[in-house]
Nanobody, 115 residues
């Protein structure tokens, strides 16, 4: 069974930066399009950024220019570099494959941005 383990979250002031990591078991990172998602309290889980097998990226409008998704296929790891963080970025962040494919969700990593 594929496991996804997110890490790197924390508490940061507005304008700060964090780098999230998602380590996957198996080879799903190297053979699938991957994405970072986030879920704020009381809201649905939203797709924030995606990266294809060949490295093409796409971002939600609200994070364009601030977030960068990348991957290391050899390490089966996906990263999310988050700069110029805003309080509205506060959420639990998850990684997973991009729809229509999905693995079991990990526990996510909490990102809290204070104003």
């Amino acid at each position: 069974q594929v496991q996804l383990v997110e890490s790197g979250g924390g508490l940061v002031q507005a304008g700060g930066s964090l780098r999230l990591s998602c380590a996957a078991s198996g080879t799903i990172v190297s053979i699938n399009n991957m994405g970072w998602y986030r879920q704020a309290p009381g809201k649905q889980r939203d797709l924030v950024a995606t990266i294809t097998r060949i490295g093409m990226t796409n971002y939600r409008d609200s994070v364009k220019g601030r977030f960068t998704i990348s991957r290391d296929n050899a390490k089966n790891t996906v990263y999310l570099q988050m700069n110029s963080l805003k309080p509205e970025d506060t959420a639990v962040y998850y990684c997973n494959m991009v729809p229509p494919f999905s693995a079991s969700w990990g526990q996510g990593t909490q990102v809290t941005v204070s104003s």
